[in-house]
């Protein structure tokens, strides 16, 4: 089983479990964070679907963010953006790079560093194991 397999699939060992990291759910969690790397990100996607990708288009800024969710502490610290959207009629508010319905994030090969950098517990542990 790939790592990608395992975030899809087996979420923090859950079995069926996908991609926690990916959904906002009720948590106060962010995804993104590095204006930099931000904007890094936003060349790969633009070369990957062939016209400029804004900034808006993607992450929230801090006036948005925090306005949008204001009973999570994190999105009101202006450190935590820019954050990257979430499909906010979703009941888990997933990235909206995730699919829900297949599991998979449809930018898995440009992903933004945080994404590529990130390992819950458990997939650090996976990662030991195998």
Not at 30 to 52: C, H, T, Y
Request: proline fraction near 5%; hydrophobic fraction near 30%.
């Amino acid at each position: 089983m790939t790592e990608s397999e395992v975030c899809s699939y087996n979420c923090c060992g859950v079995d069926d479990g996908d991609g926690a990291c990916c959904n906002l759910d009720d948590r106060n969690w962010i995804m993104g964070n590095d204006p930099q790397r931000a904007e890094e990100f936003l060349e790969r996607l633009s070369d990957k679907v062939g016209r400029r990708v804004e900034m808006n288009e993607v992450f929230y800024s801090f006036e948005e963010g925090s306005s949008k969710f204001p009973e999570r502490p994190m999105w009101q610290n202006k450190a935590s953006y820019p954050a990257l959207r979430v499909v906010e009629e979703h009941p888990r508010k997933p990235c909206i790079f995730y699919n829900s319905q297949l599991k998979i994030c449809n930018v898995y090969d440009i992903r933004p560093h945080t994404c590529r950098t990130f390992k819950c517990d458990y997939l650090s542990w996976f990662s030991r194991q195998v």
